[in-house]
């Protein structure tokens, strides 16, 4: 098990690192399609680098649409969240001490997190920032689910996984900064300090939530026989009619 972790832990630390810091240190320098090939790239070479073995999730709401749909036990789950927060705070962490090398860069309120309101470029409101939140992570999710019937990711199971990163960066960035990762949102915000850690919740808890949803969906249209909701619908079927 110190393997996957080690590998969770890396991964998460070196996307914060490279994908946020392509916003944090070149944003004004490559703009939103930079920093989304930023995202789309790193992620396809963590893929390369440890998806055989730990699937490099590097995302607690991958995570636990893995622990719904059956493919992970809940002791697992918890100990790649661990490991997943922990890697982004010290990406976060060693960004935040490049950024602060650069003269004139400010870092808070902003530092690549994530905002609704005043905070969005577009000005997003809350309830749209959540929608869009999940939305977005259902995506990441769903992909997730269908790029390999296991955890493990090899090869071009990478391609998928990393364009959609890429697209959902794309389209989330000028709305809320594409957060889709409670891992990548806490780390950032902590370090911003200020708004970021009071809007912090949103997303932590819409990307759980668009996680969840991608699960039920990816059970509809490609049903698997392992699963909490087959487990479900297997014990009310042993209980048989209430006497």
Do not use: C
Not at 188 to 208: E, V
Not at 226 to 234: H, I, P, R
């Amino acid at each position: 098990m110190e393997q996957p972790l080690l590998a969770e832990f890396l991964g998460t630390l070196l996307l914060v690192f490279f994908a946020v810091g392509s916003a944090v240190l070149a944003g004004e320098f490559i703009g939103t399609l930079g920093i989304s090939l930023a995202f789309a790239f790193v992620l396809l070479g963590l893929i390369y680098m440890f998806g055989h073995v730990s699937g490099a999730q590097v995302n607690p709401a991958v995570t636990l649409g893995m622990l719904l749909a059956g493919r992970m036990e809940v002791r697992a789950a918890v100990a790649y969240w661990i490991a997943q927060f922990a890697g982004a705070i010290v990406g976060a962490a060693l960004l935040f001490l490049v950024a602060k090398q650069v003269p004139g860069l400010g870092t808070h309120g902003a530092f690549g997190s994530n905002g609704f309101d005043d905070r969005s470029a577009v000005g997003l409101s809350l309830g749209g920032a959540f929608v869009v939140e999940a939305v977005l992570t259902f995506l990441l999710v769903f992909v997730y689910l269908s790029a390999t019937p296991r955890v493990a990711l090899r090869g071009f199971d990478a391609v998928p996984v990393g364009l959609a990163l890429g697209a959902i960066s794309l389209v989330g960035i000028p709305l809320t900064g594409a957060g889709v990762n409670p891992a990548r949102s806490l780390a950032t915000a902590i370090f911003a300090t200020g708004s970021a850690l009071a809007q912090l919740w949103l997303f932590i808890i819409a990307p759980l939530v668009g996680a969840a949803v991608a699960v039920l969906v990816h059970q509809l249209i490609h049903p698997e026989r392992s699963g909490w909701l087959n487990d479900l619908s297997a014990r009310r079927a042993n209980r048989g009619p209430a006497r």
